[in-house]
């Protein structure tokens, strides 16, 4: 996608062909900020403190992780240290552990002496595959939104989305805004109700920004006026995305996604998930009982983050002071409570028959 005229992806290879560079998201809306990437550690700070977020652009990084770790020792016992540090950076993308494995596949029959190369062509080549799948996940969403915008009696489509899912998240396109930028481009006039996402954000800070970018109509709304705008008609689909789907159709997302999700069903308005086929995890079939939660830092929900009235960015705390918090970063949505899946390969149920008519190799 562009930012200011000028294409960029969310990832890229440094102009000297060994480190990384990456788009610091800790630090949009407000400042761009390309950030460089030169070692194994830097990956794993870059995905740890989501330098780089969504499940897509996680495992994307951790490739390149590996590869950096590649360049300076592409010795056995540091090719497994890359891959457990990076591995135990987040517990609930399941795309980290997709592009880890695909990485330890192909690096680990390799004599060291080809490794390094090995592993840079293969990071970029995740990258490049990422690119394709999200494209295609935007024309199969178009064709659903088209379907529903022929259906509609309003003058603008509105959608709902919650958290980033969007080309930030991903190497570009996105997954949940793909089909949303596809359908704008196609001159539906789509109008987008960005969640803020608490606590980080992400909606108001990442993807009001994308789509403003790409002169998408939308407005920011707090996390509970879902379910308001629904009632009043004024939601025709939700679209969101998912770190992590189990084989049975439930899927992971930012929390709050659940409760998006009741409200939906209780209002008749579709809820669609977009995801790419490495999000779907094929060892779990309970995604409620089996899915990993990541909590994180309890500051994420006592300050936040944002332009001061005085021009600069800055920190300030909402809570008193000592007051103890929990932070829950995603929650799971029963594949009963989703419309459908919209994946690379077409759009299908969400139950484990629904995936496997796409994916019929995972039988």
Not at 127 to 152: F, K, M
Not at 155 to 170: E, V
Not at 210 to 231: F, I, K, R, T
Request: charged content about 20%; some cysteine; glycine content about 10%.
């Amino acid at each position: 996608m562009k930012v200011n005229g000028k294409p960029y992806r969310s990832i890229w290879l440094n102009s000297d062909k060994t480190r990384v560079d990456i788009i610091d998201q800790t630090r949009l809306p407000h400042e761009f900020v390309v950030h460089t990437l030169a070692s194994l550690d830097d990956a794993a700070e870059a995905i740890r403190t989501m330098r780089v977020r969504g499940a897509p652009l996680i495992g994307a990084t951790a490739a390149y992780g590996v590869a950096l770790a590649m360049a300076s020792d592409p010795g056995d016992s540091n090719l497994r240290q890359a891959l457990e540090s990076l591995l135990e950076t987040r517990p609930t993308a399941v795309n980290l552990r997709w592009a880890l494995d695909q990485m330890a596949t192909a690096l680990e029959p390799l004599p060291g002496s080809g490794r390094r190369e090995a592993a840079y062509a293969l990071a970029a080549g995740i990258c490049d595959e990422d690119v394709a799948i999200n494209r295609q996940i935007g024309g199969n969403g178009l064709a659903l939104i088209e379907d529903l915008w022929r259906q509609s009696t309003s003058d603008t489509f509105h959608i709902l989305t919650h958290c980033n899912a969007g080309w930030l998240a991903t190497v570009d396109w996105g997954t949940a805004l793909a089909p949303i930028y596809r359908a704008w481009d196609a001159g539906v006039p789509v109008h987008v109700w960005v969640d803020e996402t608490r606590p980080r954000n992400q909606g108001a800070s990442l993807t009001a920004w994308e789509l403003a970018s790409h002169g998408v109509p939308h407005d920011v709304v707090v996390d509970n006026a879902g379910g308001h705008l629904m009632q009043h008609g004024l939601v025709d689909m939700c679209i969101v995305g998912t770190d992590r789907t189990a084989a049975s159709g439930d899927v992971c997302n930012k929390i709050g996604t659940y409760l998006k999700a009741l409200a939906a069903a209780d209002n008749g308005v579709p809820f669609y998930v977009a995801l790419p086929g490495p999000t779907v995890d094929w060892s779990v079939s309970d995604g409620v009982a089996e899915i990993p939660i990541e909590e994180r830092d309890p500051g994420e929900i006592t300050y936040i983050e944002g332009l001061l009235d005085t021009g600069d960015c800055g920190r300030v705390q909402i809570t008193p002071p000592g007051v103890s918090a929990r932070n829950f970063a995603f929650d799971v949505t029963p594949a009963r409570l989703v419309t459908g899946l919209i994946t690379e390969r077409g759009v299908c149920s969400a139950s484990h028959q629904g995936l496997l008519s796409l994916y019929p190799e995972n039988k």
